[in-house]
């Protein structure tokens, strides 16, 4: 999606930084002994209360069994993305990857952070540091003139440098008028490759990153990604609007 209008480009920011609030405020609960379907309702009614629809509920992509059931995708250790709230309970030195869209005024918004749960372990720091790192080298890179390989290629460059692996199977994508969009956004690549970056584009970057093999796979319920050797596996995410400027993330409190 080509953004042209600047009443479009307000209710993206608005509805980006409603998001960015409540993403927040979920990640503020999370604590031992809290269950993940406990973070899902209460995401849930933050979005009602801001006036949005959850972009994840209900969405259905081909191979899964059955729909997206729940607001929030919560992914604990060696799970990548999707992970589907429920019964389970965290405990302390999990890491916890928190996914959240939201469709407000029309426009839908994406984000995404890890979290340590207590005191984790110096690998799982690391493996967040470089993860959060790694997502704004992605967004510098993204700027009018550029192409969608130099942001994937800077990526995959500095998160090997840190003797980590970027997950092959699962990429950042447009977004704007739907979930998911045109073009994808690998976190890999080569630099001058794949579409030209031009002003006015929505694209959601999201690196994932595993402190083993970058190789994952889907469980049972055909959505929770997880990492094949059983490794970590962190994910950040921001939405991001292409300007003259560079970009301009929307997904900010």
Known sequence: M??????HIESLREGGRKLAS??????CCLAPEISTIELDTYAFELIKKVGGTPSFKGYRIPGA???YPAT??????DEVVHGIPGKRTLRDGDIVGLDIGMKYKGFFTDTAITVGIGRIAPESERLLAVTKKALNIGIAEARTGRRVGDIGAAIQQYVEGERLSVVRELVGHGVG???HEEPEVPNWGAHKTGPEIVEGMVLALEPMVTLGSP????????????TIDG???AH???????????AEIITLT
């Open 177 to 179: 008028k739907a979930v």
């Open 215 to 226: 190789r994952v796979r889907v469980s049972r319920d055909g959505w929770t990604w997880r």
């Open 236 to 246: 950040f995410e921001h939405t991001i609007l292409i300007t003259k400027e560079g």
């Open 65 to 67: 069994k059955q729909p």
């Open 72 to 77: 929030l995708c919560v992914s604990v250790n």
């Open 2 to 7: 080509i953004v042209r209008s600047e009443k």
């Open 22 to 27: 409540i993403l927040s405020s979920v990640a």
């Open 231 to 233: 490794s970590l596996a």
